[in-house]
């Protein structure tokens, strides 16, 4: 396709992607400092934040560090090489992580200890609480602490990513013998948060506090002349082995992960600057590489004060997701997928019917064979156990089980065991591709022969992220989508050419193309002077491609309408090349994980679901699934869904050309709107429970 933009510089066209990324951590870290927001969800966005950060330092910084070692010169799409980059992202990643602890620090733990919550120094304790604190340390800590002694006959040891130690600087063994160094791990497996006993149950002290407190029972008789608390961050990236099994091969990976290139160090601010130059020197990593931090290290561990029993005040109102369907209709879900066709928009609607239909399944003397693709399952599935349960019975029990699905690795070889120990067929993804498309199939006998039902997803089969994040699952029993999902599998599970399908649209096979004339149709009608639009909400927007098209529609006159979570490197609003392109991301209570799709195609709107972002990843290098949604009811309800969507004053942001995010400005006397809460109360009063606050049916969104 001629898009008519050569000779346009690529920094004019696109957005840098690494820094899209840091700037939606931004807008989580805008959740945390929310007055509007209670205080423990806005300690939870912190924590947040401090995870987000370390997958960004380990998957996307270890990355670009690949590419400067191997002197990789080349730009992306924004005209930046990987050392460009690098500098640039270290620069917005240390004033991000800087802000971080500006709210948690005179903000957040301020707060909690005016309600009753503290977490203090171990050298505040009084005395009746540090003789508590260190017989536990005595008891409890001491024997599972191993010093290591770092000297010419003993290199530095190899740390796990992201675990927390403790560096002491000792005095010299003898007059004119340099500093001795020792290293201390923080056991990942005892709580991070000591209890304190005295005033208030609810007083804290850090573990490493305590290990660095009460040092001289870790080094009798020495001299300690600092200690700080450190943490490295290493490259994520996985290398398999092509000649190994796909299994054995990402095993063996996932050893190698334990020793690869430090990326970032984390040292306390208390350590000197020779001692901070010294650690970056043993641990191999670059000035702009090294953050040097107040305590707390690693947020994460205020997690635990998230959930504190009490204090309901200091969190959101429960919700509890609607149930779509009656008890007398979840125990018969064929029937009523036989009957029509059912939306459910998570987390607003109950997870139930998807696992009842599983669990249906497994226990059915009818059904002859489940077929399901899995990536994020969680700890306790009960979806796996179904499935293990209907091997165990001897159904013909089919997984495509995707390892890849990164830092969840371990968990999905426990659960491919497992499955495969029932009799289960486990297909352990396709080498090369990751399979995250989201699809069961059940097969099952009727008194009309055999009838397939499916269930298709834009999220995982995960009951706990169901009820945090926010997605569609279709569920139907038509014939075409059948069809389709059994020439999908059979596709992945046997010797074939890609299917020919019907409705389903697959990557990498077909996917991005589908998308590429869809955009291209909507061009076409603006040309010709028809009303064009398209619509759509996704997690990220990267691909160069999709891009560029959606440009040549906008000079064409489409009105492009996106939600984009994350990710963006799309530049909205720029004269004579995206003027009718806006871009809004809403960041609330639930994670926005949804992809919905719709182009106007002269009226008669053709509305799809996905479990893809439009990124090269998911168009060229995953299995990927684009359904379209065809009941009227159900395509009623995703349009719904989007409108409100995209009326977000609240949590909604506006991208500006600048690559700035604002709020949304509003019309004179127009009321602010959060879409999470509209949808919260929507399914409460679907659910015939009372409310407290409407708002008013909706309308044009704001400009």
């Known amino acids: 396709m001629s898009t008519g933009l050569a000779g346009v510089n690529g920094a004019d066209l696109f957005f840098n992607r690494e820094l899209s990324w840091l700037a939606f951590n931004e807008r989580v870290l805008e959740e945390s400092r929310d007055p509007s927001n209670p205080l423990l969800e806005r300690v939870k966005f912190a924590t947040i934040v401090a995870s987000n950060l370390d997958e960004f330092f380990m998957v996307r910084v270890g990355g670009l560090k690949h590419g400067v070692r191997n002197a990789d010169t080349r730009t992306d799409p924004s005209g930046l090489t990987p050392a460009a980059q690098l500098k640039a992202v270290a620069e917005r990643a240390h004033a991000m992580i800087a802000a971080l602890y500006d709210v948690v620090l005179s903000d957040h733990l301020p707060n909690l200890a005016a309600r009753g919550i503290h977490v203090l120094g171990a050298d505040t304790l009084d005395h009746v609480s540090r003789a508590g604190v260190t017989a536990y340390f005595r008891d409890e800590v001491l024997p599972a602490l191993t010093p290591l002694a770092i000297d010419s006959a003993r290199p530095f040891p190899i740390l796990a990513t992201l675990t927390l130690n403790i560096a002491f600087r000792l005095a010299p063994a003898a007059e004119g013998d340099s500093p001795r160094l020792a290293v201390v791990q923080v056991p990942a497996r005892l709580p991070r948060l ?3 006993g005295g005033a208030g149950p609810n007083r804290f002290v850090l573990l490493d506090e305590v290990i660095r407190a009460e040092f001289q029972a870790l080094f009798p008789g020495q001299t300690l002349l600092e200690a700080a608390a450190f943490r490295l961050t290493r490259d994520a990236e996985l290398e398999l082995d092509e000649d190994q099994s796909y299994l054995d091969a990402l095993e063996q990976g996932l050893r190698k992960r334990r020793r690869s290139a430090v990326v970032r160090l984390e040292i306390e601010r208390r350590a000197s600057d020779e001692f901070t130059d010294w650690m970056a020197t043993l641990v191999g990593v670059e000035r702009d590489d090294v953050y040097r931090l107040p305590a707390p290290l690693d ?3 205020l997690s635990g004060l998230v959930d504190l029993p009490g ?18 209709d979840a125990s018969d879900i064929f029937s009523v997928l036989d009957e029509r066709d059912l939306l459910l928009h998570h987390p607003y609607d109950s997870f139930d019917p ?3 239909f599983i669990e249906a399944a ?11 693709t899995l990536y994020r399952t969680g700890g306790d599935s009960p979806i796996v156990a179904a499935l293990t349960r209907a091997a165990d019975q001897g159904k013909q029990v089919t997984v495509l089980l995707e390892l890849m699905a990164r830092f969840d690795e371990q968990r999905n070889i426990r659960w491919a065991r497992r499955l495969e120990e029932m009799g289960a067929h486990v297909i352990y993804g396709i080498r090369h591709y990751k399979v995250h498309g989201k699809i069961a199939l059940v097969v099952r006998r009727t008194s009309s022969g055999l009838k397939r039902y499916v269930h298709l997803g834009t999220g995982n089969y995960n009951n706990v992220t169901a009820r945090q994040y926010t997605d569609f699952g279709l569920m139907t029993s038509d014939a075409d989508f059948g069809a389709d999902a059994s020439a999908f599998f059979s596709s992945l599970t046997g010797y074939s050419d890609p299917p020919r399908l019907r409705k389903l649209v697959m990557a990498p096979t077909a996917l991005r193309s589908h ?3 869809l955009i291209e149709r909507e061009t076409r009608r603006a040309e010709a002077g028809q009303s064009a639009e398209i619509r759509a909400k996704m997690n990220s927007l990267v691909d160069p491609e999709i891009v560029l098209a959606l440009y040549v529609a906008s000079r064409a006159g489409v009105v492009v309408r996106l939600n984009v979570r994350g990710m963006c490197t799309l530049r909205p609003g720029v004269a004579g090349l995206s003027e009718t392109i806006t871009v809004v991301s809403v960041v609330g209570r639930f994670l926005e994980h949804d992809r919905i799709f719709v182009f106007h195609n002269g009226g008669d709107e053709a509305v799809y679901l996905s479990s893809a972002d ?6 060229d290098k ?15 309800r995703v349009l719904e869904s989007l409108d409100v969507m995209f009326r977000d004053t609240v949590k909604g942001r506006r991208l500006l050309p600048s690559g700035e995010w604002r709020v949304p400005s509003l019309a004179a006397g127009t009321e602010r709107f959060d879409a999470q809460t509209h949808f919260r109360q929507q399914a409460t009063r679907d659910a015939g429970e009372p409310v407290g606050t409407t708002f008013e049916p909706l309308g044009n969104p704001p400009a």
Do not use: T
């Not at 969190?315 to 008890?327: K, M, N």
């Not at 439009?614 to 168009?619: G, I, K, T």
């Not at 995953?622 to 009623?636: D, G, N, Q, W």
């Open 194 to 196: 000591v209890r304190v």
């Open 299 to 301: 947020l994460r561990a």
């Open 311 to 328: 204090f309901a005040d200091l969190r959101y109102r429960s919700f509890q997701p609607a149930e779509v369907l009656p008890p007398s």
């Open 354 to 356: 998807v696992v009842d």
């Open 362 to 372: 497994a226990d059915d003397s009818d059904v002859l064979a489940i077929k399901q």
């Open 515 to 517: 998308l590429l004339k």
């Open 614 to 619: 439009w990124m090269p990843r998911n168009l």
């Open 622 to 636: 995953r299995i990927e699934l684009m359904f379209p949604v065809e009941s009227p009811a159900c395509r009623r």
